[in-house]
């Protein structure tokens, strides 16, 4: 099912030439963010969680974008894009050629990290919670087990760990395909 969902997806944004040798990049890009995503909410730090992670996805992207081009286009083509429509673009150019490259790694680096501090944040705010609460009743400030944040932490380990690690690895695959897309002159 998985297999037949990725092909009709990609085959529904790329065309049937492309469509064969991207689903398996595609295919295995999702299972690998899946993974890394979701790994959070066994105690192990998501390895989207580190920038050299997300920066080597985008640049494995980056490369068959433009791999693409120029196959398309050939290496003339490609090259005269650069100056297109006139030649003062040249640095806008340039710079839009690299924006996928900066665009797909930050994305995904920055909502996997933030929902990791958002989530340490909520367990160490817990924990000091915790301790306020016994040290009324015992009169000191002694350390105890964190019970409030089994109680909080699920519902938000849902939304950060589960349902943002699905969410940003389908923007990291539609981007993928619409950036390929993009760069084919003729769809059939």
Known sequence: MFVEWIDT???STVNKKYAKWLSPYIGSISIYLVVSNLSGLFGFNQPTRNFSVT???AIITWVMVQWTAIKETKISGYAKSFVEPFAFLLIPNFFGKIAPLISLSMRLFGNILSGSI????LYGFASYVSNAIVGLFTGGGASVFNFIA???APALHGYF???AG????????TLTMVY???E???QE
């Open 118 to 121: 958002i989530m340490a944040l």
């Open 161 to 163: 760990d589960v349902f």
């Open 150 to 152: 089994p109680i909080i």
């Open 180 to 182: 390929i897309t993009n």
């Open 166 to 173: 699905f969410i940003q690895m389908f923007i990291f695959i």
């Open 184 to 186: 084919i002159p003729n």
């Open 9 to 11: 997806m990609v085959e």
């Open 55 to 57: 920066l080597t996805l």
